[in-house]
């Protein structure tokens, strides 16, 4: 089976930098994705890493080390509206029909 | 295009009645999943389907059956709601992953369930 480990909240100031960090046991890794989701709404995509390193989006980014079994969420230049929480989630090469196993969240509450 | 949407937004049973939440999407998504999302945790997978006419278990599926009779929709069943199944329920699409295994699930705004 899968696991995932990040923490239950952070907080920080508007204009500030968040780094979620994110462990993960499986048994056959195959990408690790970000997803937000605003309280009272659904989960968004944000971000897929494949492969070792950082990938960057505007002012997230997110990075991986596959050695490690670790990756990390990092959000940049806090905004109000980045007060959500974000999800990790992790494909198993066995896993079929695209199914994702989630972390319990991390809730970013972001303050003026 | 509507992307996923789920109906009803908001239900109440009484323990044990029987419904079913309905999803629909327009992406042409081969692949449909149920979650369901208890206060301040993750989603946990209920059943899922990797196309028309085909459903399978998930985390966890007992209590629920599902049915998948057109591409773009996909069924969720209570047989008898207990309390235990409150909860919001998504559903949610993807496409076939590339190469990179990329997977990216478009989700439905979710259906707040409460069952007295």
């Known amino acids: 089976g899968q696991s995932l480990e990040q923490p239950s909240e952070v907080t920080a100031v508007e204009g500030a930098i968040v780094q979620i960090n994110c462990t993960y046991q499986t048994s056959g890794f195959y990408g690790l994705s970000w997803y937000q989701q605003h309280d009272g709404g659904a989960p968004t995509f944000l971000s897929y890493n494949a492969l070792d390193g950082l990938e960057e989006t505007g002012r997230f980014s997110s990075f991986l080390s596959r050695s490690d079994s670790y990756g990390y969420l990092l959000l940049q230049e806090l905004q109000m509206k980045d007060s959500a929480s974000y999800f990790c989630a992790v494909r198993d090469r066995g896993a079929a029909g695209n199914k994702l196993t989630f972390g319990g969240g991390t809730r970013v509450l972001v303050k003026p | 295009n509507a992307g996923v949407t789920q109906t009803p937004k908001f239900r109440v049973l009484k323990t044990g009645q029987s419904m079913t939440l309905l999803c629909a999407q327009d992406m042409n998504h081969e692949y449909m999943y149920w979650y369901r999302q208890d206060p301040g945790m993750g989603l946990r997978l209920i059943h899922y389907?990797?196309?028309?006419?085909?459903?399978a278990k998930g985390e966890v599926p007992d209590g629920y059956n599902v049915s998948r009779l057109k591409k773009q929709n996909f069924l969720l069943g209570l047989e008898s709601a207990a309390p235990s199944q409150t909860s919001v329920y998504f559903c949610?699409?993807?496409?076939?992953?590339?190469?990179?295994?990329?997977?990216?699930?478009?989700f439905g705004p979710g259906t707040r369930l409460t069952v007295t």
């Open positions: 389907s990797v196309g028309e006419g085909t459903t």
């Open positions: 949610a699409s993807s496409y076939s992953p590339g190469t990179s295994g990329r997977v990216e699930q478009y």
